[in-house]
């Protein structure tokens, strides 16, 4: 496990784009374009605190690709931020745009930094300098960050202020994941969770289909990794519109395991005790409930297993005991390579993270168009659009993992590769 987490994320990452293009015969020429980051931010900026000290907090947005439209991509505050997760996560959303066919480009931002240690008054002025200072490399139609890891509708709105007061005037297009009130979409608080749902019910179809298994969705099992904007939400809709049962959740201070399954109602009761970021275990204390960690999470007999937490949860040490025949992946990069590599030689169907968790950027795009034409949607319009790009894309890939024989992932990068490599081209590399 230390021997894994001293390999960079973004050389991880690289790795699997190699597969994919060595696959697809990529022109090397055009490998090298595709790869490298377009631009790299690092600023170290000063916060007043609440006891009259200041801190130096260091930041970063990079800008992978910007070929297909603006760069996009949201920004984490996290203590273990680095530029090289930052890259990685930036390298990402190019293929996650791509993939699901919004014209985006991929960027990630984030700040190292532990939030809970913040006041709100500290986070709000931690917020508005990081993003006054970044907003040297960012724009309405140049590159438009969103919420990430520990970062919500509160820290959008400061940022969409900030930007504003520079510029004399409301800026909706420069951030999504705002709240509703001022300019947010409806739907895109629920869309990643949403739209992973709809691609693990896909994902049981497709596998039903080529009876590979065999069971009605009311003996399905499934767990789900983190509590947070994603895997709530993913929770959320996977038990008010299936009949699968979700037997376990989790977050940072644990999980909780129910042998007959969560209601919808229940879920809904704990992600309204969680708010704030409260901690799940903290919170709750109920009987019926039984307490698990997250490692026995992981390794639960279940069906169906979705990592919606942080990266790397899943490793060369722990993935010989998963027992789940599908994995959708919520989080980005929650599996490394060698994991991987072992559950897809367990014959584990792997729906990968930048296709599964597509719906949170899918509906970022809605809200952007929204916003730059100061026209808003309805909930069920927003829903409808973002099923249709998520079941199509879904398909995109499986079509192409069926042509080359190859796992999902591979397939999904071959499909949103080949989408950038084709307009790099008609753009010309060498402008
Ligand atoms: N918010 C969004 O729209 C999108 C988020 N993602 C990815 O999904 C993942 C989760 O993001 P959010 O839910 O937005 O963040 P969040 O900050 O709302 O929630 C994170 C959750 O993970 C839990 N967690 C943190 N460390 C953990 C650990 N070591 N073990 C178990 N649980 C842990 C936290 O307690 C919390 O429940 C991240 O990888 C993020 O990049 C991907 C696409 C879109
Ligand atoms: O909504 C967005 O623009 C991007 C969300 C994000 O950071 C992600 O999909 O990883």
């Known amino acids: 496990m230390q021997e894994e987490k001293r390999v960079s994320m973004f050389d991880n990452a690289v790795k699997q784009f190699d597969r994919a293009a060595s696959i697809m015969g990529l022109d090397p020429n055009l490998r090298e374009v595709l790869v490298k980051p377009k631009r790299e931010l690092i600023v170290n900026f000063p916060v007043r605190m609440d006891d009259g000290t200041t801190k130096v907090f260091t930041g970063y947005r990079v800008q992978h690709n910007m070929t297909l439209g603006p760069a996009k991509g949201g920004i984490r505050y996290h203590q273990n931020v680095t530029l090289d997760e930052v890259k990685a996560l930036a390298f990402w959303m190019t293929w996650k745009s791509a993939v699901v066919n919004i014209p985006y480009g991929g960027a990630k931002g984030g700040v190292t930094v532990e939030p809970s240690q913040l006041s709100f008054s500290e986070l709000e002025r931690l ?29 959008m709105s400061w940022y969409m202020d900030t930007y504003s007061m520079s510029k004399g005037h409301t800026s909706l297009g420069i951030v999504t994941g705002k709240p509703v009130e001022i300019g947010g979409s409806v739907g895109r608080t629920e869309a990643t969770g949403r739209g992973i749902n709809i691609c693990l019910q896909e994902a049981v179809n497709y596998l039903r289909d080529k009876g590979k298994l065999n069971k009605k969705d009311e003996e399905i099992t499934v767990a789900i990794q983190g509590f947070g904007n994603v895997g709530s939400n993913l929770a959320l809709t996977l038990t008010e519109e299936s009949k699968m049962r979700l037997i376990a959740i989790s977050d940072v201070s644990g999980g909780l395991y129910k042998e007959h399954g969560f209601t919808a109602a229940e879920i809904r009761a704990l992600m309204e005790r969680t708010k704030n970021r409260k901690k799940l275990l903290l919170e709750v204390n109920e009987e019926g409930y039984k307490e698990i960690s997250n490692e026995e999470l992981l390794m639960l007999n279940v069906d169906i297993l979705s990592p ?16 789940a025949k599908l994995i959708v992946e919520g989080a980005n990069g929650p599996l490394t390579p060698e994991a991987d590599e072992i559950l897809l030689s367990k014959n584990v169907f792997i729906v990968p993270d930048f296709l599964a968790n597509s719906g949170g950027v899918t509906v970022s795009y809605f809200e952007w168009l929204q916003g730059m ?8 319009d927003v829903r409808k659009a973002l099923h249709k790009k998520m079941t199509s894309a879904f398909y995109d890939v499986i079509k192409t993992m069926e042509k080359y024989e190859i796992d999902m992932r591979t397939a999904a990068y071959i499909k949103a590769i080949d989408r950038v490599a084709t307009a790099t081209k008609l753009r010309g590399i060498y402008p």
Not at 373 to 380: N, R, S, V
């Open 127 to 155: 917020s508005r300098r990081f993003f006054y200072e970044i907003q040297v490399i960012l724009g309405e139609e140049i590159d438009i960050p969103a919420p990430d890891v520990n970062t919500d509708g509160q820290v």
């Open 308 to 323: 919606c937490a942080m990266e790397n949860a899943i490793t060369i040490d722990n993935s010989k005991d998963i027992q």
């Open 373 to 380: 034409q100061w026209d808003f949607w309805e909930l069920e």
